[in-house]
Structure formats: structure tokens, C-alpha cells
């Protein structure tokens, strides 16, 4: 049966040009249509331009910072307030210029691992080999001490080990992106490589212990009753270029957006302390010479509200008031990883002692690591 040149297909009623489009898909499937090309040259043009204004404005921190602390404040160098203003005008934009670029790039990877996409590469998987997937996953997915009862409660019904759950657990907010670029961008890639690395050996190790313990009877018996959701196609497959841009940008307004506030708090404290407190003050409480001060470092983490944006730059204080590197690793570990509120928000679906052996165990891994890194370095 043949089809008279005036008619046309259903699916192109309506719609001027279709038929173009239509042979123009046909005889080149693989070519994006010309606005897509358009579209993607537009971006990487403005990608580009972007990145080299902010190159440009990270470049010209440091002269900014002297000028406006020694010229336009016209402080005294040799001051303890000129330091600190110092810090704080170099520190601030420089932290919150090097977290928007990260948080956008991640943000684009994360479009790729929806916490669906997590569960279902998870479960399933060997206890071993699931303890080392969810470290890493832990780096790469959205988290945040608010979601760690769905994320949970979606983990173990949809059959992940309880011991690869707690590796993911325990990496995604101790080894995150926003450690991670504040690391790098106050200590240098060597520090930030050292606090990857043992950072995902804590995640890791710490959940093979706990699932060898078999500790399933300690979560709240309503969490196994809920029914699994399912393997829900992810959202991340069926995202276009343009897609996954905002997807950085909401990234970056959602969590440069919030955490702002703790990296000014922080660097404020730092700058206090960088100007203010005695050498010889901070290397008597928190020396490598005092053996008790990688578990009093960690005692007093663990009940501060705080995240890598505020924790890190008092860091970077304390070891430039004569801290040792592993007891300031082991105080902002434990503030990261072990914080209090985030074991009130545990609570709802783990019982006590199940929790106590969580802080047992994370905490053994971050004494370790303080007094290893004391040790060496």
C-alpha cells in the first residue's frame, strides 16, 4: 500500500519542519541535530571563559589580601590583628572560590549516581567487595547527616550488608568533596591525598568489622518491615548536557549556599587563633609530645556540630600554632565523622549498642590514624 506525497505521519502532525528533522535523523543517527551542537559550543565557550576569570581572581588573591589589609586598613604587618585580617581576607574568598568549582564538577559527576543507582550497584555484592564500592560511592553521592535515615532504611531493605551500609556511612561525610578541595587548597595535595587514603581505610575497615560482628538484631525492627522500593530506573540515564550542568549549579546555590556560613565562622576562629593564641599554648595541649592528646582531640570533636567547611580551616590554625598533624587529623575526623547530632538522627533506626559499636570502632580507626601520623611526620 502506497502513501500520496500529501500525507504525512502522525507523529509529525503539527509540527513545522518535521519532516527535515525527520530525514536529517535518519541519515545521520549519530550527529546531535544542529541546535544541540550549538547549544554544547555555547556552553564549553562559556566553561572556558568562566574558568579563566576565576583562575585569574584565585591568582590575584594573595597581593589583594596585603593590599587591603596593609594599604587600605593601613595595619602594621608585625600586629597580631594585621595577621589575623590577613588571613581572613586570603583564606575566606580563596576556601569559597575553590568550594564552587569542586561542588560544580561533583555535582555533574553526581548526576550520574542518584541514590537508587548507589543501592542498586551495592546490593548484591561480596562483603568484602561491597565494603571497598561503598567507601568510594560514599565520596561521589549526595549525603549529609539529614539523610542518613532514608539512605539507610533504603540501603538494608534493598539487601546491602549492614557492614557495607556503615562503610557508606562513615565515608560519605568524612571523606567528601568539600574535605577534600578545603585539604588541597590549605595544606596541599599531600595532606589531602594522606586524609583520602586513611579516611577511606577507616570507612572501609570499619564496616567489615561491623558486619563480621553481626550486629542485624540492633537495627530497629520496623526498618526490615518496610518493603524494598524496588530498582527504580535511575533519573541520572536520561539526563542531557544541559541537564547536568544545572544539576552543578543547583549543586553549587544548595550547598555553597548553606555551608558559607560555617567556612566564615571557620576561618574566623582560625584567624583568631592565627593571630592571638601562643605557640607554645596550642603544641603543649595538642603536641605530638602529649600521648593524651589524640583521644582528648577526639572527645572534644565528637560533641561539636560542625562539617569539613567549618572544621578545616581551625585546622589550619592549630597546625600552624604548633599542632601535631596527626591529633588535628583526629580532632576534625571525629567532628566529621563521629558528630553527636548525627547520632541522635542514627538513633531512630539503630538501637544503642549498635551505635556504641559504631563509635567504637570509627573512633579506634581515628586514634590510630593520629597516632601514626604523630609518629611519622
Known sequence: MTTSNDEKPSCCSGAEGCGETAVAAAVSPGIPPPDA??????????GVFLLAAWWALYLGLPPFSKWFTYSLLSLAPETRLGAAVEFFVY?????????????????????????????????????????????LLGIVTPFCSCSAVPLFIGFVTSGVPLG???????SAPMVNEVALVLLYGLFGWKIAALYLG????????????????????????????????????????????RDRVRYGIDAV???????????????????????YVPENFMAGIMGAQAWWSVPLA?????????????????????????????????????????SFPEMVILRK?????????FVGVVGTGILLVGYLFNLVV
Open 164 to 170: 557495607v551500609t556503615f562503610s557508606f556511612l562513615v
Open 198 to 241: 586513611t579516611g577511606l581505610v577507616i570507612a572501609v575497615v570499619s564496616g567489615w568489622v561491623i558486619g563480621r560482628l553481626g550486629m542485624e538484631r540492633h537495627v530497629e525492627e520496623w526498618v526490615y518491615a518496610i518493603p524494598s522500593g524496588g530498582d527504580a530506573a535511575s533519573a541520572g540515564e536520561r539526563l542531557s548536557l
Open 37 to 46: 551542537q550549538t547549544g554544547a559550543a555555547r556552553y564549553l565557550f562559556t
Open 298 to 338: 577526639v572527645l572534644i570533636g565528637i560533641p561539636m556540630y560542625s562539617n569539613a567547611a567549618g572544621i578545616i580551616p581551625v585546622v589550619q590554625a592549630l597546625l600552624g600554632k604548633g599542632a601535631a598533624l596527626g591529633t588535628a587529623l583526629a580532632f576534625m575526623m571525629s567532628v566529621i565523622a563521629l
Open 253 to 275: 546555590r544548595d550547598i555553597v549556599g548553606k555551608v558559607w556560613p560555617y567556612v566564615l565562622v571557620g576561618i574566623g576562629i582560625g584567624a583568631a587563633i592565627h593571630g
Open 91 to 135: 583564606d575566606g574568598p580563596k576556601v569559597l572560590l575553590l568550594l564552587t568549582l569542586v561542588v560544580f564538577g561533583v555535582g555533574i559527576v553526581r548526576s550520574y549516581f542518584t541514590p537508587e543507582r548507589a543501592r542498586k550497584i551495592l546490593a548484591g555484592k561480596r562483603e568484602a567487595a561491597g565494603n571497598v564500592m561503598a567507601a
Open 349 to 357: 533506626v539503630l538501637k544503642v549498642r549498635l551505635i556504641a559499636t
